[in-house]
């Protein structure tokens, strides 16, 4: 008879429930939820709050091309990335296909937009090997900070983000735009 390890299958629902299986990162309502935690956080400490969202261009083109594996293998590889380049205190969420949030705590809008041209360029650099062949990936993204008049959610922090993204985008992609 097997004996079960509390703390694993209290880890393995941890994951299930919070965590996104392929990119090992916060599931969209999980990233909101802590994003509402880390907002008080730094209201009351009176320190800035950076969302920053995170796509990546031509991803149909590629999976079209490639398909799924190779897609779904790419977007580990960028969500490890960003994992590595950033903070324990940040929070790196996948909130849709092709979309990652990062939340910076405790961060400038010109440090956010410096941080995220760093993970931008190295992706842009070192693309991903598939097969042996080398692709080249490009992100696009946009920056908001909380301002005084928003409400106490995320939403209008994430709703600026995902303009300067489209702004990034009408600027040829690839690149970083701050709101």
């Known amino acids: ?3 079960f390890d509390t703390n694993e299958v209290e880890s393995n629902i941890v994951q299930t429930l919070f965590m996104d299986e392929l990119t090992a990162c916060c599931k969209q309502h999980f990233f909101f939820e802590s994003g509402k935690q880390m907002l008080q956080l ?8 950076s969302l920053c969202v995170i796509e990546i261009d031509n991803f149909e083109n590629l999976n079209e091309k490639y398909g799924d594996i190779c897609s779904g293998e790419l977007l580990k590889s960028i969500a490890d990335i960003i994992k590595r380049k950033s903070r324990k ?5 996948r909130l849709g296909v092709k979309e990652f949030g990062l ?10 937009q410096i941080f995220l041209d ?3 360029k190295e992706i842009e650099i070192h693309g991903y090997v598939f097969h042996g062949e080398r692709i080249r990936e ?10 005084p008049m928003d409400d106490e959610t995320l939403k209008p922090m994430y709703n600026r983000a995902k303009t300067a993204l489209s702004r990034a985008k009408a600027k040829g992609k690839n690149c970083v735009v701050t709101y």
Do not use: C, E, H, Q
């Open 1 to 3: 008879m097997k004996v």
């Open 42 to 49: 730094a209201l009351r400490n009176k320190v800035p709050l």
């Open 89 to 93: 205190s940040d929070l790196l969420g």
């Open 103 to 112: 939340l910076t705590y405790n961060t400038s809008a010109i440090n956010a």
């Open 118 to 120: 760093l993970i931008r």
């Open 138 to 147: 490009t992100l696009s993204m946009g920056i908001s900070l909380y301002s």
